[in-house]
């Protein structure tokens, strides 16, 4: 009955490939949100260096807001809690699956449905921003590999934008 | 598309990644069982809708997801300015 526990991912395990551009789904991680008034105590408590700028990431974890952090680890990963301090630390792991957009066109596909100016996102730096209509938070993990995190339930359509904004690309 | 700076991101950002949350300024009533009918009726209903000028609150929804006050022109919807919440009034 175990297996009834375990979850598919929501979106298929085979790259979507195309000329400069390749869609692939993100290996699991163990996600939380933290939430904090002052970095340098939330850095005590979890032992992590914690970014201080909204946009910058550091060690896997990336500066949503003045008071917020998301973290992103291998699966299986443990962290303090942080009882007894004025921190909030939620386990989201499963909320968000990641997918990976990597290609020297992977930039126009993802500016196909995001209203930033998505070419002034340095490497490294993650950002919570829209596609279309659906929450995402970008990463851009290399000159051009962008990691997109997407709450479970909107991944499929988001795959499927995605996807078809790759086969449409103009010359 | 109108661009909205947010001053806790410091960017000046395209408008869907923020939602419009009414005038800004409003103080909640420090006792709110002293108040009137008339008074809460005031706080909770009445606001200035003016043709102009108008001081107002925005957050940053989907990006930082702070909320924030901004100076908007009702007329040309030209923002004038934007500023961190709990700031005076500009």
Known sequence: MADAAIRTAPVPAEPARFDGVTISLGLPLARWSLRGRNPQELGNALGLPVPGRIGETAGGMACLGPDEWLLRLPEGSIIPMGEGQPLSVVDISDRAITLIVEGDRALDVLSSGCPRDLSKLAVGEARRTVYETVEIVLIREGETRYAVEVWRSFAPWLHLALVTAASHLPE | MILIHCPYCDQTLPELEFAYAGEGHI???????????????????????????HH???????????????????VTDKFEMTYKAGEPRQ
Request: net charge positive; proline share 7%; hydrophobic share 30%.
């Open chain 2, 27 to 53: 103080a909640r009533p420090t006792d709110p069982s002293a108040l009137s009918d008339e008074d809460w009726e005031r706080y909770l209903f009445i606001r200035d809708n003016p043709r102009g000028r």
């Open chain 2, 56 to 74: 107002e609150r925005w957050r940053h929804i989907h990006g930082c997801g702070r909320f924030f006050n901004a100076v908007r022109d009702t």
